[in-house]
């Protein structure tokens, strides 16, 4: 897994999730439901309430600017949870058969996040409130709030992690074609074998020369002399040929 692959299904994880941050949790959205009544305790509202998690303001209205900074601040610790986790999980996803484990890489970065922003929003929050006593339910209820947004909605960037792993994977398998050597299942060429070098200075044995069996001398002609063979090698005796007395020619 490539830091280029690991970094675009990070990409895609984050991208859903700070849609839902700027178009539901801004603070328009969130004082115009706020405007409505509506408890937050009841019916559909608990989900609702935790899809507001990421909410951040600009300006400060009925709030203090404490609760304002403590707030934006929370958020933004949350996205750089949310990328730092995104990649440790695209880390661990199988490169070719990762389809699922993207996915749920994606969840799980999202619910983890989710929980450490939380307690640290809680906490922060306890001092921008000058809650003094009795803090632990509300530490204990940022962090509920944090991870449940990512238990109910962390599928959103598992979905957009899957997508940044499929259309990397498409490139790679585009670049490297099929026969390639180094692709999984392919077996590099093996180079020919050379010859073995002789150390520097030391002759080449020779090579053996096939057997010629030694071809028959002609025979001399009848009456005549015979003619002495040359010495083969490795003082080997010549060949003596027989010799025949000559006949007497008839007188006239």
Same mark, same amino acid.
């Given at each position: #897994?490539?830091? %280029?692959?690991? $970094?675009?299904?990070?990409?895609?994880?984050?991208?859903?999730?700070?849609?839902?941050?700027?178009?539901?949790?801004?603070?328009?959205?969130?004082?115009?439901?706020?405007?409505?009544?509506?408890?937050?305790?009841?019916?559909?509202?608990?989900?609702?309430?935790?899809?507001?998690?990421?909410?951040?303001?600009?300006?400060? /209205?009925?709030?203090?600017?404490?609760?304002?900074?403590?707030?934006? $601040? !929370? +958020? $933004?610790?949350?996205?750089? *949870? *949310?990328?730092?986790?995104?990649?440790? /999980?695209? %880390?661990?996803?199988?490169?070719? %058969?990762?389809?699922? !484990?993207? +996915?749920?890489?994606?969840?799980?970065?999202?619910? +983890?996040?989710?929980?450490?922003?939380?307690? #640290?929003?809680?906490?922060?929050? %306890?001092?921008? &409130?000058?809650?003094?006593?009795?803090? !632990?339910?509300?530490?204990?209820?940022?962090?509920?709030?944090?991870?449940?947004?990512?238990?109910? =909605?962390?599928?959103?960037?598992?979905?957009?992690?899957? &997508? !940044?792993? &499929?259309?990397?994977?498409?490139?790679?398998?585009?670049?490297?074609?099929?026969?390639?050597?180094?692709?999984?299942?392919?077996?590099?060429?093996?180079?020919?074998?050379?010859?073995?070098?002789?150390? =520097?200075?030391?002759?080449?044995?020779?090579?053996?020369?096939? =057997?010629?069996?030694?071809?028959?001398?002609?025979?001399? @002609?009848?009456?005549? #002399?015979?003619?002495? @063979?040359?010495?083969?090698? =490795?003082?080997?005796?010549?060949?003596?040929? @027989?010799?025949?007395?000559?006949?007497?020619?008839?007188?006239?």
């Amino acid at each position: #897994m490539t830091m %280029r692959r690991m $970094l675009v299904m990070a990409g895609g994880a984050v991208v859903p999730i700070a849609l839902i941050s700027i178009l539901l949790g801004n603070q328009w959205v969130i004082d115009a439901i706020n405007d409505t009544g509506l408890h937050w305790d009841e019916g559909i509202a608990p989900p609702l309430y935790w899809l507001f998690f990421p909410a951040w303001r600009l300006t400060a /209205g009925d709030y203090a600017w404490k609760y304002v900074a403590v707030l934006d $601040l !929370g +958020v $933004l610790l949350f996205f750089v *949870l *949310l990328i730092l986790l995104a990649v440790a /999980g695209a %880390r661990a996803v199988d490169a070719q %058969r990762g389809a699922i !484990g993207a +996915v749920v890489a994606g969840w799980w970065a999202t619910v +983890v996040a989710g929980g450490i922003a939380g307690f #640290m929003t809680g906490i922060m929050l %306890r001092w921008a &409130l000058d809650i003094t006593s009795d803090s !632990g339910p509300f530490i204990f209820g940022a962090v509920t709030r944090g991870a449940s947004f990512g238990f109910a =909605y962390g599928w959103l960037a598992g979905l957009g992690m899957l &997508l !940044g792993f &499929l259309m990397t994977r498409g490139r790679g398998a585009a670049v490297q074609q099929p026969g390639q050597p180094g692709q999984p299942g392919q077996y590099a060429p093996q180079q020919p074998a050379m010859p073995a070098q002789q150390p =520097y200075g030391q002759p080449a044995p020779q090579q053996a020369v096939p =057997y010629v069996p030694q071809q028959a001398q002609p025979q001399q @002609p009848w009456g005549g #002399m015979p003619q002495q @063979p040359v010495p083969q090698q =490795y003082q080997q005796q010549p060949y003596q040929q @027989p010799q025949y007395p000559q006949q007497a020619q008839p007188q006239p």
